[in-house]
């Protein structure tokens, strides 16, 4: 009992271009973009934290050196975000032609997973570039420790 049903031989694998793509291409697309963004602002969290912790302590206006290591891990997170958004790229155009359609038969039918999660990490990665993008415009507008500058 080692064959198949003669059915069941008939039917094509779901992902036929699975084998183009590296794994870590495609764990890179979809998960490199949101952690990118989690580590930016998990660690914005710790620096904010440890250096505002004394309430009484006035917050200075303006852009201060206070702020560049966030403005760093900003722009950190938003390079991680666009080498995800290539790794997502990249999964997407290798695998693009296994299943006939557009990308709104890609995400509509079951055909061409591959193909779907190169094009779900791209979508992921543009709405992670964009918070990542926002979140590093904070150091310029709001001070040190709190308060929105005038």
Do not use: K
Not at 3 to 12: E, G, K, R, T
Not at 22 to 43: T, Y
Not at 75 to 100: Q, S
Request: with cysteine; aromatic share 8%; charged share 10%.
């Amino acid at each position: 009992m080692t064959s198949l049903h003669p059915l069941a031989n008939s039917v094509a694998h779901p992902s036929p271009r699975r084998n183009e793509v590296e794994p870590w291409l495609m764990l890179g697309g979809l998960f490199g973009a949101p952690a990118s963004w989690s580590l930016q602002l998990l660690l914005s969290y710790i620096l904010t934290g440890a250096r505002c912790h004394d309430v009484a302590q006035p917050a200075p206006t303006g852009f201060s050196w206070a702020n560049a290591p966030i403005a760093v891990l900003g722009v950190l997170a938003i390079a991680g975000c666009v080498l995800g958004l290539w790794a997502a790229y990249r999964t997407w155009t290798r695998t693009r032609e296994e299943a006939p359609g557009d990308h709104h038969v890609a995400l509509s039918a079951g055909r061409g997973r591959s193909r779907f999660l190169g094009l779900c990490g791209m979508t992921g990665s543009v709405i992670f570039l964009v918070a990542s993008a926002l979140a590093l415009l904070v150091p310029f507008f709001e001070s040190a420790c709190g308060g929105i500058l005038p």
